[in-house]
């Protein structure tokens, strides 16, 4: 049950999490400096991180007709708790990327922490579950 807990503070997260920090404050959709391209991006990005919350909730509570398929399951709950979350680590690499503009107090990168404690938290999750 402890795992199951995990994968779906994982999704909680990274569905409500991205909401509030994407769209209802100053740094992202109501930032006057951001273009509409920029902004569109932006919903694009939170609008996957709700579809892979719902389908990690999905997955993690799926009643299951075999223990393989529990695995399974599981697993693939992992996965997709994860990706959001591996996605963000990653896009810090391209030259000129940034996890706060300049203007907010950048370059900085304090979101990395809040990645791994998820993204640890729904594998730590599987893991136990399995």
């Known amino acids: ?35 509409p391209h920029a902004k569109f991006h932006n919903v694009q990005t939170v609008l996957m991180a709700v579809f892979l919350s719902g389908l990690t909730l ?10 393989e398929l529990r695995r399974e399951f599981l697993f ?12 963000g680590l990653l896009s810090i690499i391209p030259p000129d990327t940034m996890g706060v503009d300049p203007e907010f107090g950048g370059p ?17 999750g599987a893991w136990l579950e399995s």
């Open 1 to 35: 049950m402890l795992g199951r807990l995990l994968l779906t503070l994982d999704a909680l997260g990274m569905c409500f999490g991205t909401i509030f920090a994407d769209c209802f404050n100053e740094t992202h959709m109501f930032n006057p400096r951001w273009p």
């Open 58 to 67: 999905y997955y993690t509570w799926r009643k299951a007709k075999t223990p």
């Open 76 to 87: 693939l709950s992992a996965i997709l708790g994860s990706l959001y979350w591996f996605a």
């Open 108 to 124: 900085a990168f304090p979101q990395a922490k809040l990645f791994v404690g998820f993204m640890t938290a729904g594998v730590l």
